[in-house]
Each structure stands twice: as C-alpha cells, then as structure tokens.
C-alpha cells in the first residue's frame, strides 16, 4: 500500500494559515470562504468563492452529502488525584457491548486540550475517570496508542448528557471554545459525529437553492466521525455508516446518464465506496465500514469531491489522491499555501473534479 510518505507533497503549512474562528467570527459568511477547484483532465486550476459553487458544477451533477450532526463530544473529567483531563468520546464500537472509544488529552482550563504522546499518557487498564453530574468513565484496554475502550456510567442517555455537559471538540488551532452551532452543517439531522463532517459547512440554504435552480442535485448519506487527533496521523478506524436505497439508486441513475457524482467530504466517499457491491454497483447498506481508501484501490462510485484543507502528512491525502491523482493534488497544495487559503474545519475548500 501506499505510504504517507510516498504521498509527500513537498509544502508547508505555515501556522498563521490555519483558520482559528469560523468565517462568521472573522467578518465573513459561512457561503463566503475560498474555493480552489482543481480539474484532473487538465491539471489546472482556479480560485473562487464558495458561493459560485453551482456555476463550478454542471446540470446533471449530484452532489452526496453527509447527514451527520455533531455532537458536543469532549467532557471534563478528572483524575483520581484530581488532575484535570478532557475526555473525547470517539464512537460505539461494532461489538455492541456498550463499551466506547475516547482519547484522554490534557487540560489546562482556558486553553484546548493538548495531545498526551503516548509515553506521557495516563490511561491504564481499570483508570476510573469521574465525569460530570455523577457520571464516570473506566478504561479497558486499548485500541490504538491514544484511544482506549471505556465503559461509561452516566446518570442520564447519553445524547442528552453531552448536550448538558459537553461541548464541541477543538484544537489548539481554534482561537476558543465555540457553540456546537458553530460545528453543524445546513445538512445535520442524525446526530452521531464527534468532530464536524467540515466539508460541509460552507454551505447555507441559500447555495442549496441556487444549485437546485442550476439542476444539481443533491442526496444524503450518514457516517458519523470519530475522533481524529490530528496530531497522530493515523488511518481511519471503524465508522458507523448508512447508505439509503434512494441515493444509491440516484447515484447509479446519475452515472447512467452521463452526470457526475461529487462526494462532500471525506466521509461521503468513505460511505459511499463502502456500499459498492461486487459488480461495481451501489448499494443500500447499514453497518460499520473499515476500508480505506488508497490510490490503488481507486474509486468506484465518486468521480469528485468538494473537501478541506488536510495537513500534509494526514491519512486523508491517501483518499484524495485516489480521487484527483497525485499530480493535481500537489499543485492544488501548493497554490494554496501560494495563495494563502486557510485550513481546517473553518477555513477554506477544495474542490476536486475529474474534468
């Protein structure tokens, strides 16, 4: 397979580009963030803002959205000793035993909570960690170096707990603590996710009109995110995933035509591919998804894809090259550290297209 090295693009993101506040906080508009889109027949690209996505797109396209909302996933909890720590509840786990993934990061109040390497890290099998209200989480065993299995004990459903005590996932990159409003997309209605579907964001329902005034089409599916760490550069883990019969038939019938099928985000061609049968066909499916998308595998039910700004050396590049070639990749990357493009979940968009 593939290597993260081998996928190498040679740039650097300089700090002050990563976006700290959603475009709303920084005198803008959720529809008014930068668009490169790239074009992998010609190798070329242009600069646009997001609100001229219909026009980037053609009648007959069908854009597939994710569905999935966040949740306000990171909880304060304390050490038996009293240490503060956060803990970011990541997702069920397909055993359906009832145990969770979380990841314990440090917590200095005021600030966001800070990757512990794994040699510095607290967590150890029977860790009881006291959560709010009552409420605990005790560790496993591992699943990686930074997520563990854990039970929770907690005082009342989940969903509602983290809407009382939780708040939203953030980065030492973000600028401060921002309602879980800040972290949903115009499409949210299942909740599940623990970081925002980002790809997402930008748009509002007056872009939705207007792409389908413009005859692009537009159809969901659900994954819900874990958490990704970025500091730790890993492969995606099991994710759960849903699939309708209704959009796997609309993306066969779009392709039929001659349209093409643009996933929004990564998670969209996560779902998407996971549901192709074995004659290449989509199909309805509901369950977890491990797969991981590299560019020797390919992809089979996405021609492009509308995404963030990833760090060089994240596993999504793997996804991306899959989609638009090396080639287009690297010079979509280093046109946007040329041209100063802002990165991650606030910042700005790529828009990847086969022609």
Known sequence: MTTLTELDLHVTVPPELSAR???????GTRDGVRMLVGRRAIGAVEHRRFTELPEALRPGDLLVVNNSGTLPAALPGRMPDGTPVALHLSSAQPDQRGSYLV??????????????????SPARPGLHVALPAGGAAELVQPFTDRLWYAELSLPAPLLPYLRLHGRAIRYGYVDRDWPIEAYQTVFASVPGSSEMPSAA??????????????????APVTLHTGVASPEAHEAPYAERFRVPATTARLVGHVRAGGGRVIAVGTT??????????????????????????APERGVRAVD??????????ASHLLMLAAVAGRPLLTVCYREAVRQRYLWHEFGDVNLLLPD
């Open 21 to 27: 506040a959603p475009a709303e906080a920084r005198g």
């Open 103 to 120: 990841e314990l990061r440090r917590q200095v109040p005021g600030a966001a909570a800070s990757y512990y390497p794994p040699q510095e």
């Open 201 to 218: 964001r930008p748009f509002t329902p007056t872009v939705v009109a207007r792409l389908a005034g413009r005859g692009v089409l537009v």
């Open 268 to 293: 969209v061609v996560r779902a998407l591919e996971s549901a192709v049968g074995p004659d290449g066909t989509l199909q309805e499916a509901d369950g977890w998804t491990e797969l991981v998308i």
């Open 304 to 313: 492009g894809l509308l995404t963030g700004w990833h760090e060089p050396r």
